[in-house]
């Protein structure tokens, strides 16, 4: 579930290129803005109702909520729906500190396209850090 119309498009492509087809049973997004969604309450209604009648339609096992906004709502949709939804800042994090301590570099693609190089100081140098481990 993600809240981006525009980026549906998108992730069926990734979903297609990783191989996922016969794992992925929906792509779908909930009518709110971004603006709305960095509102919690505003939201999570929405979320709640799609997800429900997604993972009761499609006979989820899981949800992958697609946007940092929406990790916030993850426990507590897991809790109500009894499946796992994944929060995709924490899912992110994990696989990116997995990948550091593997020793394994970045991803060889861009599927958002690159972004200009951040220098990071004080609480967050250790950005650089990783930046520099994933991507020298």
Known sequence: L?????????VHGLVRANG???RCLAVEAVPVSVLEAADP???HAQL?????RLA???RLR????GGAPLGVHAADLSGRLGIPCIDPVAAGVSRLAAMVASGAGGARSAAYGGAPRKL???AFAFIDRLNEALWP
């Open 62 to 65: 899981t949800i992958v909520l």
């Open 41 to 43: 309450a505003a939201v």
């Open 56 to 58: 009761s339609a499609k």
């Open 20 to 22: 996922c087809e016969d």
């Open 2 to 10: 993600t809240i981006q119309p525009r980026s549906l498009g998108l």
């Open 48 to 52: 709640l109702a799609a997800s429900a």
């Open 120 to 122: 990071f100081d004080g």
